[in-house]
T-cell receptor
Framework: AQKVTQAQTEISVVEKEDVTLDCVYE???????LFWYKQPPSGELVFLIR??????QNEISGRYSWNFQKSTSSFNFTITASQVVDSAVYFC????????????????FGKGTLLTVNP | DVKVTQSSRYLVKRTGEKVFLECVQD?????MFWYRQDPGLGLRLIYF???????EKGDIPEGYSVSREKKERFSLILESASTNQTSMYLC??????????????FGSGTRLTVV
């Protein structure tokens, strides 16, 4: 069975602080995708990044960066110089790439981390 | 702009009513999903479909059914609504063709209140 754990339920920071959102996953599969999604107050989940299990290179996109460590089954997300617009719920998710018919296409989500950035 | 559209943003229904939540996607995606989102529980999969007329149970299918008669439309049905089905319902779609695989594309959600 697959599992994604986001241990931080809520985080509150002041604008311009750096913040890291933790994600730890469990899977028996050797190939998989990991994702981060953002859910602003409007409700629609927005895709942020996909990482496949055989590419451990860290990625940076503007103020966002992701640290994937297969050895510790973690895929952490850092926002540098946070802004009020970063306030949202952030979800980490996992999808197997091992062939298993239709059920391959299920995403397993963590419970989310509510980030509040105060001015 | 590609989209997943959920027919209602907010819905209030009475206990015992039959409720239909509609979801339409315009991306020709094979897979469609219904999740419910509750505080502290995250997103939980109710049902999904990977082809027309095909459906599979997710993690919490009890009290729900689904219908997929056309590729672009996936309906969630609450046969007899109960107050514990008050929740945010999210529809999503995805393609297994691999290119540009962003996991899912989500709709804006339907906030259902059962009174």
């Amino acid at each position: 069975a697959q599992k994604v754990t986001q241990a931080q339920t809520e985080i509150s920071v002041v604008e311009k602080e750096d913040v890291t959102l933790d994600c730890v996953y469990e899977t028996r599969d050797t190939t998989y995708y990991l994702f981060w999604y953002k859910q602003p107050p409007s409700g629609e989940l927005v895709f942020l990044i996909r990482r496949n299990s055989f590419d451990e290179q860290n990625e940076i996109s503007g103020r966002y960066s992701w640290n994937f460590q297969k050895s510790t089954s973690s895929f952490n997300f850092t926002i540098t110089a946070s802004q009020v617009v970063d306030s949202a719920v952030y979800f980490c998710a996992l999808r197997s790439l091992v062939y298993g018919g239709g059920s391959n296409y299920k995403l397993t989500f963590g419970k989310g981390t509510l980030l509040t950035v105060n001015p | 702009d590609v989209k997943v559209t959920q027919s209602s943003r907010y819905l209030v229904k009475r206990t015992g009513e039959k409720v239909f939540l509609e979801c339409v996607q315009d991306m020709d995606h094979e897979n469609m999903f219904w999740y419910r989102q509750d505080p502290g529980l995250g997103l939980r999969l109710i049902y999904f479909s990977y082809d027309v007329k095909m459906k599979e149970k997710g993690d919490i299918p009890e009290g729900y059914s689904v219908s997929r008669e056309k590729k672009e439309r996936f309906s969630l049905i609450l046969e007899s609504a109960s107050t514990n089905q008050t929740s945010m319902y999210l529809c999503a779609s995805s393609s297994y063709k691999g290119r540009g695989d962003y996991g899912y594309t989500f709709g804006s959600g339907t906030r259902l209140t059962v009174v």
